[in-house]
């Protein structure tokens, strides 16, 4: 009669612990690898929402600017002035920010962009005149500088507001 052996399937405790070693060093690498994507995806999501946030800012104050018809009083981090509502009504308007690095630009006490940096308003006679820090009467070009956030974007534009008496 044959000894016949019995064949058992199945891997040895070697065998278990090398494929897990192997899976480990896998999964490192790929974590090493995806950290840096990941990275960047999160930082280009806070530039954009910047940029976002910069934009809306920039496109109120012009709103606020071009329907402007008389300037009380402006210098480099305020101004105050007059605008028509939709119904022709006059409202007293201002645009603030106090100074400090981190704290919000404020519309009538309220935010229209927090963490700046840098805020500030010079003021032209004309294209091609030098900037001012203050309001004069024959000033017709205001311009917005901001620096925002810790990502360092910087934006400037400039308003011609249209109805100043």
């Known amino acids: 009669m044959k000894n016949q052996r019995q064949t058992i399937a199945g891997f040895s405790l070697v065998e278990v612990l090398a494929a897990l070693l192997l899976v480990g060093i896998m999964v490192s690498f790929t974590g090493l690898l995806l950290g840096p994507i990941v990275q960047t ?12 946030s910069s934009q809306l800012a920039m496109a109120r104050m012009s709103r ?13 981090l305020a101004i ?24 919000a ?12 940096k840098q ?3 010079s003021y032209l006679d004309n294209v091609a005149a030098s900037r001012q820090s203050s309001w004069g009467t024959d000033t017709t070009i205001i311009e917005v500088f901001m620096d925002i956030g810790s990502a360092g974007s910087s934006y400037t534009n400039r308003f011609y507001p249209r109805n100043i008496r």
Do not use: K
């Not at 606020?64 to 480099?76: C, M, Q, R």
């Open 80 to 103: 105050t002035y007059d605008t028509l509502d939709s119904n022709g009504v006059s409202h007293r308007r201002n645009i603030a920010w106090s100074g400090s690095s981190g704290s």
């Open 64 to 76: 606020e600017f071009t329907t402007t018809t008389n300037v009380v009083s402006g210098d480099s």
């Open 119 to 121: 805020f500030r308003l």
């Open 41 to 52: 995806f999160v930082n280009a999501r806070e530039a954009t929402e910047i940029m976002h």
């Open 105 to 116: 630009l404020l519309l009538n006490g309220r935010m229209l962009i927090d963490d700046l």
